[in-house]
Antibody
Framework: QVTLRESGPALVKATQTLTLTCNFS??????????VTWIRQPPGKALEWLAL???????HYTDSLGTRLTISRDTSENQVVFTMTKVDPADTATYYC????????????WGQGILVTVSS | QSALTQPPSVSGSPGQSVTIPCTGS?????????VSWYQQPPGTAPKLLIF???NRPSGVPDRFSGSASGNTASLTISGLQTEDEAVYYC?????????FGGGTKLTVL
């Protein structure tokens, strides 16, 4: 059974660094074609893709947030860690991690999400 | 990032069918079958409904189907049920980038 669960702070102050962890089970990130991604959703708004890491360590980030993002994986601990520097109230959102599979890169399993509020 | 265009809302009555279009600037995402659909009921995480244009994961009812023509992918929901009320998103992966639709809110009247 594949599961993913996000953890991290519910409240972060503006200009600080946000660190979120995705703990997953039921699959290995080193398996062929597997990746883990982070996606966020501001309250009442659409989904927005943020970052992806695969089992070989390849990392890919959205252009819009540039160098503020870092994603890393610990394959032995079945964890993916996501950081966002210099947060702003506009970064308030529910953050989801999801498993990415296939050449078409679809998201077949999602975590429940974690709401992160950035205070000014 | 919303390089895919969806209508903001659609509606239908129980038992009817509705179709949600997802239009791209090119047909690449369809030609390479790199489009998927997700359902997000209020207050919950998105759930995969359709992948690679037409494929349904196990457990998804066959009332949900995907199709494509030209540069538009479509999600059709037949035999509408009240629990189908949700926001539906299309997502593609082309040019090593993800492209998200803005979401379509389905109201079951």
């Amino acid at each position: 059974q594949v599961t993913l669960r996000e953890s991290g702070p519910a409240l972060v102050k503006a200009t600080q660094t946000l660190t979120l962890t995705c703990n997953f089970s039921g699959f290995s990130l080193t398996s062929s074609g597997m990746s883990v991604t982070w996606i966020r959703q501001p309250p009442g708004k659409a989904l927005e893709w943020l970052a992806l890491v695969d089992g070989k360590g390849f990392r890919h980030y959205t252009d819009s947030l540039g160098t503020r993002l870092t994603i890393s994986r610990d394959t032995s601990e079945n964890q993916v860690v996501f950081t966002m520097t210099k947060v702003d109230p506009a970064d308030t959102a529910t953050y989801y991690c999801a498993r990415v599979v296939g050449e078409s890169h679809y998201f077949d399993y999602w975590g429940q999400g974690i709401l992160v509020t950035v205070s000014s | 990032q919303s390089a895919l265009t969806q209508p903001p809302s659609v509606s239908g009555s129980p038992g009817q069918s509705v179709t949600i279009p997802c239009t791209g600037s090119t047909s690449d995402f369809i030609n390479y079958r790199r489009v998927s659909w997700y359902q997000q009921p209020p207050g919950t995480a998105p759930k995969l409904l359709i992948f690679e244009v037409t494929n349904r994961p196990s457990g998804v009812p066959d009332r949900f189907s995907g199709s494509a023509s030209g540069n538009t992918a479509s999600l059709t929901i037949s035999g509408l049920q009240t629990e189908d009320e949700a926001v539906y998103y299309c997502i593609s992966y082309i040019g090593a980038n993800f492209h998200f639709g803005g979401g379509t809110k389905l109201t079951v009247l």
